[in-house]
């Protein structure tokens, strides 16, 4: 999240996309982007003004919307607004936090850590589930392999669907290279529609994508985020490929 006028103008653009596919979409922004490489590094415009602005994206387009908790101190105030609350992956084993959001009773979105194997993933499954929460989603976004690079295991997305809950692809940040380029993450946005296809023959039930008017100026993932002017072109490709795998 940018500012006010940037994420209405994304929020309306994306609104208007998604009303012509059988899709059901969910607006994602971060009011603060905490795990940052390096401490100059743009966060955001904090919980108080980004949810606001949340808000303000919900009621005039009518779109359920997410976002991430960093804190205790987070839960509280973002489930007032937040349709579905994402425990961010870095954080995916902090209990204290999971079973916070997990007690909202709020859609529970939980990125697998890059460090984590799909199996272990059941076990912050459950830590969801003791608080009597079953509205889950597991985000797969890449493994750690080696310095500064991520790869997508595509046996990852059956293992953890036979959890029983939905699996979503985060697309863009499985293209990351974690501060590859300096003081900032690097990446390659040419991979997006690649792996996004894929995962969709793979037999993923969502996509999760960053995406930005002019990614070259994003202030955040500039090397990974997707151009909002080609989402439609690719999913009608997507949608194409889910009809041949029926």
């Known amino acids: 999240m940018e500012d006010r006028a940037k994420t209405l103008e994304t929020a309306a653009y994306l609104a208007d996309v998604a009303a012509a596919f059988p899709i059901e979409f969910v607006f994602k922004a971060s009011f603060d982007k905490a795990n940052r490489t390096s401490l100059g590094s743009f966060r955001g415009p904090g919980l108080k003004e980004g949810l606001k602005i949340l808000e303000e994206v919900k009621h005039r387009f009518g779109l359920p919307v997410l976002t991430d908790v960093h804190c205790l ?17 870095f954080l995916c084993r902090q209990t204290d936090l999971v079973l916070a959001v997990a007690r909202t009773k709020k859609t529970v979105n939980i990125k697998k850590g890059q460090f984590l194997a799909p199996w272990d993933m059941r076990h ?14 597991i985000s797969e976004r890449g493994a750690s392999f080696g310095y500064n690079n991520l790869v997508v295991d595509f046996r990852a997305f059956p293992i953890m669907q036979a959890f029983g809950y939905p699996v979503i692809y985060d697309v863009t940040h499985s293209m990351q290279r974690p501060s590859g380029a300096g003081s900032i993450s690097g990446g390659d946005r040419r991979f997006v529609p690649t792996l996004a296809l894929a995962a969709v023959a793979a037999g993923v039930d969502g996509l999760f994508m960053e995406v930005h008017p002019d990614p070259k100026k994003a202030l955040s993932d500039k090397h990974t985020s997707f151009r909002l002017d080609k989402v439609k072109g690719l ?6 490929v889910r009809a041949a795998i029926g």
């Open 73 to 89: 101190a987070q839960v509280k105030a973002v489930a007032r607004v937040a349709d579905v609350i994402q425990i961010p992956a």
């Open 124 to 137: 912050i499954v459950k830590k969801v589930e003791s608080a009597g929460n079953k509205n889950i989603w």
């Open 235 to 240: 999913l009608e490709k997507i949608f194409k």
